[in-house]
């Protein structure tokens, strides 16, 4: 926390330790509120930066992906999608899960990625995972696009809950966050997480109702421990979101929680270590 004294020569800032159980100062982050838009703005210029396609690939990746799930498990496996296209069953799927999985992919390998920034100058260390995690949103935004555009061709219609799309987001935002302050930490000590989040990635996409219903999950106690899983009531409120049908109750209210688990043990366990960050990076 950094507190700042005024005398008639020059600013002087002294630099405190955190207090409270999470050291996260809200003041202090909107103080810093610049720097969250420079980092996050350099994070979407660096990932397109001299690529041919540039933006364009926000589009191709949630389209290919579509397209070969459809072929594979919508036309091949003949897989349950709850009466929907199948385009639009994955593709409504699909759109929080790319936020979730580019945000946890840039913010693990923040810290590590900014450690000029971290051995030069002072400013709240949670800024860097959550600059990565905001910069995911451009492809998001494009994706749900996308999302309309496909469902207008199959003439589905959108209702009034579409509008549960934006606390849903948030909480897609929140759960990446949260298990990138995990990994983004752990990274700067070992740095076999790097190695390891593509791997958890793809296990993790397949322990969420992407690719089939989550119907195919037997009802009852299974299925509460299976929502312990963040992204599952986060894909379920998206189709309810977009589609109707029975709200996902206790589904997204498990998730929910998980998402809030993690979400704190990960600012408890970030705190505990930023004091290192500068000296092992």
Known sequence: MAEANLNSAAQVVTLKPAKGWLGIDLKELWHYRELIYFLTWRDIKVRYKQAVL???????????????MTVVFGILLKVESD???????ALSALLPWHLFQL????????????ANLLTKVYFP?????????????????????????TMAIYKIPLTWSVLWVIPLTLLTVLAALAVGLW???????????????????????????????????????????????PMV??????????????????TLLISSLAVLVLLVSGLFFFRRMEKTFADVV
């Open 125 to 149: 260390r949670v800024i860097i995972p959550l600059s990565s995690v905001l910069a995911a949103l451009v492809d998001f935004v494009i994706s749900l696009v996308l999302l309309f555009i």
């Open 54 to 68: 540039g933006i364009a690939w926000s589009v191709l990746q949630p389209v290919l992906t579509t397209a070969i």
């Open 83 to 89: 009466g929907l296209p199948y385009p639009v069953f």
């Open 233 to 250: 009531g986060v894909v379920q409120g998206f189709r309810w979101a977009f589609f109707g049908g029975s709200p996902p109750d206790m």
């Open 103 to 114: 945000s946890l992919q840039k913010s693990s390998i923040s810290l590590v990625g900014n």
């Open 183 to 229: 990994l983004s930490a752990l990274n700067v000590q070992y740095r076999d997480v790097q190695q390891m989040v593509p791997f958890l990635i793809q296990i993790w996409m397949y322990a969420t109702p992407i690719v089939y219903p989550i119907t195919t999950i037997p009802e009852g106690t299974f299925r509460y421990i299976y929502s312990l899983n």
